[in-house]
C-alpha cells in the first residue's frame, strides 16, 4: 500500500542523527519492521543482516527499495538537536493521536510527505510540536519494562543489549498500559546504568519519573487502549506517539504526584539512594 498523500542530573547519550533520504526511491509495499516471518504453521525470527550493533548503518534492514522503512528506521534514531524540550503531558498524546488519525492514520507506511503532516500540532500549554522535536513528560512507569525482539531497526540482531527497551509510561502509578503510551531506550551508546533490572526497581518504586528525548509516531502499529478487547500483537497504549529515543531519565526523590524542580535525581543517584528505602530493598 503506497504511503498516504493527505494532506535533570541524568546520564546522556548520543545516537545517529538523521540523514536526509531522497523520497523519490520507488515505495515498496505495507511493510512490517517486525523481525518474525511466518512459514507454514510455526514463525521463525528473521536473520541478522548484520554480524554486530556497530555495524547496523542508520536504516537498519530496510531494503533499498523501500524508501518508507528507510525512513521509519531513521527516524527512529533521531536525536534532536535542541537544547530547551518542550513540555507535554499525558493529555498532550491524545491531542497528538487525533491530529494523526485525521492526517496519516494508523498501520500506514509514510513517506517524508506523509511525515511533514505531524509537524506543527497544538497542544494544551498553547505551543506547537512535531515529530521530530525535543521533549518531556513526567509520569510514572506502569506494566513491565522488557527489551524488544529483533527489530529492522537494529538488523534484526536478538539479546537485549542489541535492541530497544519498551517502557509502558502513564499518568498514574496504577493506570495500565491500555492508558498508557510507550517510551523508548534504543541500545546505541546506551549507558549501562539504564537497564531493564534498574527500571523494574523504578517501576516497583513507585516513583515519578521525567522522560526527555524524542516526539516519534510508531506509525507501523494500531492503537490499542481496550483492555477487554485487546488487539494481537499491538503494545497496549492509547496513542501512537511515544518518546523515542529517550535521550535522559530522571526519578523523583519523594512519592508525592508532583516533583518540585530540585528533587529530580538521576538513575545512579536513585539506586544509590535507594539503598535505603524500604520500596528498593524489595525490587532489588
Known amino acids: 500500500?503506497?504511503?498516504k498523500p493527505r494532506t535533570t542530573g541524568s546520564a546522556v547519550r548520543t545516537v545517529a542523527p538523521l540523514v536526509p533520504l531522497a523520497?523519490?526511491?520507488i515505495h515498496g509495499g505495507l511493510t512490517s519492521t517486525s523481525a518474525t516471518s511466518t512459514s507454514g504453521?510455526?514463525?521463525?525470527?528473521?536473520?541478522?543482516?548484520?554480524?554486530?550493533l556497530d555495524s547496523c548503518p542508520i536504516t537498519g534492514c530496510a531494503k533499498e527499495d523501500d524508501a518508507d522503512e528507510q525512513l521509519l528506521n531513521q527516524t527512529k534514531r533521531h536525536l534532536p538537536?535542541?537544547?530547551a524540550a518542550k513540555t507535554l503531558t499525558l493529555a498532550d498524546f491524545t491531542t497528538l493521536q487525533n491530529h494523526a488519525d485525521s492526517t496519516v492514520d494508523q498501520r500506514q507506511p509514510l513517506d517524508a510527505t506523509a511525515r511533514a503532516e505531524l509537524h506543527d500540532i497544538l497542544v494544551s500549554s498553547g505551543q506547537t510540536v512535531s515529530?521530530?522535536?525535543?521533549?518531556?513528560v513526567d509520569g510514572y512507569l506502569v506494566g513491565k519494562p522488557h527489551p524488544n525482539t529483533g527489530e529492522s531497526v537494529n538488523c534484526n540482531l536478538g539479546g537485549s543489549a542489541n535492541n530497544d527497551f519498551h517502557i509502558p509510561f502513564a499518568d498514574d502509578p496504577d493506570k495500565t498500559p491500555f492508558e498508557g503510551i510507550v517510551v523508548e531506550m534504543i541500545p546505541q551508546s546506551r549507558p549501562s546504568i539504564w537497564s531493564v533490572k534498574t527500571l523494574s526497581k523504578v517501576e516497583a518504586a513507585r516513583r515519578m519519573v521525567r522522560v526527555t528525548g524524542q516526539l516519534f509516531y510508531d506509525n507501523m502499529h494500531v492503537v490499542n487502549d481496550d483492555q477487554d478487547?485487546?488487539?494481537?500483537g499491538q503494545p497496549p497504549r492509547f496513542s501512537l506517539f511515544e518518546v523515542h529515543p529517550i535521550v535522559t531519565i530522571s526519578v523523583c526523590k519523594q512519592q508525592d504526584?508532583?516533583?518540585e524542580p530540585n528533587d529530580w535525581e538521576s538513575l545512579d543517584a536513585f539506586l544509590s539512594d535507594a539503598g535505603g528505602t524500604k520500596e528498593a530493598r524489595t525490587a532489588r
Open 23 to 25: 523520497i523519490a526511491l
Open 81 to 83: 538537536t535542541a537544547t
Open 131 to 136: 515529530e521530530g522535536d525535543l521533549v518531556q
Open 229 to 232: 478487547e485487546p488487539k494481537g
Open 41 to 52: 504453521s510455526g514463525s521463525r525470527r528473521t536473520p541478522p543482516c548484520v554480524a554486530s
Open 257 to 259: 504526584t508532583t516533583c
Open 1 to 3: 500500500m503506497p504511503s
